[in-house]
């Protein structure tokens, strides 16, 4: 195992920056998700990684050697790609020991490392087996054993289990983390499925646009998103969102207004547009509502769409009024928010209700630039219970 530091790594192609300015220092035995949409570099980032593509500026450096020069065989890593690249006309031990065999390894070394590597994905037994008897989780363990055998300080997966099928994905995803347990090494994984990289990994580096987002642990990128873009990539269903106006001691969202204390969050001053944002998970029908929510303050909500989800019902909310308080046009309204309550919620479509937000897990972003300006608001010192319910972290 190693450590991989990336220092202000670029890669760019014509007019294309597909790798911004990219500095990561991931720790030995660390698992790192790289995560984000379509194009947005993870693939780049983990190929100047792994010396397929060189990186236009900037150092990579693989333990302590610097490597950004070397080809990818002296880096010391292995590589596991969505396409499972088996030898069709091989057996399972062949496609395995490919590597060593090239390598001239002894024959009682080969046997030894491919058996345990085997052992290890759970496919002994099957090492006489053609790549087209096989299912396509088992064909992808055999490219896992093929990495494993060569006992690489870095493993590299690029979308691994991308073409396969969704009950298998789960499988699969829990064998990588009994890999990652069991070998102690570092793993860079690529994917663009963000519960993929949340049930992975020690920490998330989200990306965008080639550019570092956040990195750090699943919870905190769900927690304490650094922008918007983070905030709305982490957690699904997705986080909901409203430009909004400050006003007096009210943030006006188009409908669903709430009152919050202005002065407890820094740089933010009546009549500034910010954007609101708060997950489907944190409002609460008001009889619902837990103790430490205050109810005091609901706001009138109709219920549109219901989608029952099996352990959950997904509720579309409208505003009960259309009303343009917020120095908004008509079309740039809220449509509505996503609610999502429990299966057994007595709960119909078209009905009118009272919600709570959890204002200590409302969030506000710069209308601009997006940044995050406070995880959590409290309420107006007014209308602030004696008790101080209202325990929400601002930062
Ligand atoms: P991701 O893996 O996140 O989908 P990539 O790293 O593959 O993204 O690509 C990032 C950007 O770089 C994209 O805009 C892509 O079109 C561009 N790109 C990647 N490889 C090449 C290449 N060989 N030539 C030109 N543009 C490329």
Redesign the pocket.
């Known amino acids: 195992m190693a450590r991989v530091k990336l220092t202000d790594v670029t890669k760019t ?2 007019d ?1 920056t ?1 790798v911004n300015n990219m500095n990561l220092d991931l720790k030995d035995g660390e698992f790192i998700t790289l995560v ?1 949409p ?8 983990l190929e100047t990684i792994a010396g397929l593509t060189k990186p236009t500026s900037g150092e990579i450096l693989i333990g302590d050697r610097e490597v950004t020069n070397l080809p990818p065989k002296d880096r010391g890593i292995a590589m596991v790609f969505q396409n499972i690249a088996l030898f069709p006309h091989m057996d399972v031990y062949d496609n395995i020991s490919f590597g060593l065999r090239l390598r001239d390894y002894p024959k009682e070394e080969v046997d030894e490392r491919v058996e345990e590597a085997a052992r290890f994905v759970e496919l002994d037994g099957m090492l006489n087996r053609m790549p087209d008897e096989m299912s396509g989780g088992q064909r992808q363990r055999v490219a896992i054993a093929r990495s494993i055998v060569r006992e690489p300080d870095v493993f590299l997966m690029d979308e691994p289990l991308a073409n396969l099928d969704a009950k298998l994905r789960v499988n699969m995803r829990t064998e990588l983390q009994r890999l990652h347990k069991q070998l102690d090494t570092t793993i860079i994984y ?1 994917t663009h499925n963000q519960a993929e990289a949340m049930t992975l990994s020690d920490r998330i580096a989200v ?1 965008n646009t ?1 550019e570092l987002q956040q990195i750090a642990s699943p919870l905190e990128c769900y927690n304490q998103p650094n922008n918007r873009f983070v905030a709305g990539f982490i957690g699904s269903p997705s986080m909901n969102f409203a430009m909004s106006t400050v006003g007096e001691g009210r943030l006006e969202t188009g409908g669903f207004d709430v009152d919050f204390d202005i002065a407890a969050v820094d740089g933010v001053g009546t009549g500034d547009r910010v954007e609101m944002g708060i997950r489907p998970e944190d409002i609460y029908l008001t009889e619902n509502s837990e103790d430490a929510l205050d109810p005091s303050d609901p706001i009138g909500v109709e219920t549109d769409v219901l989608e029952p989800m099996g352990d959950q019902i997904f509720v579309y909310l409208k505003p009960l009024t259309a009303h343009d308080d917020t120095g908004m046009g008509e079309a740039e309204q809220r449509e509505g928010l996503l609610m999502s309550v429990d299966p057994d919620t007595d709960i119909a479509e078209d009905q009118s209700v009272e919600v709570v937000f959890d204002r200590g897990q409302m969030h506000l972003f710069d209308a601009d630039t997006g940044d995050a300006l406070s995880h959590g608001v409290v309420k107006g010192t007014a209308a602030t219970t004696e008790s101080g319910e209202d325990s929400a972290q601002v930062d």
């Open positions: 192609y014509d294309v597909a984000g379509s194009g947005c570099g993870k693939s780049t980032t690529v990306l080639g």
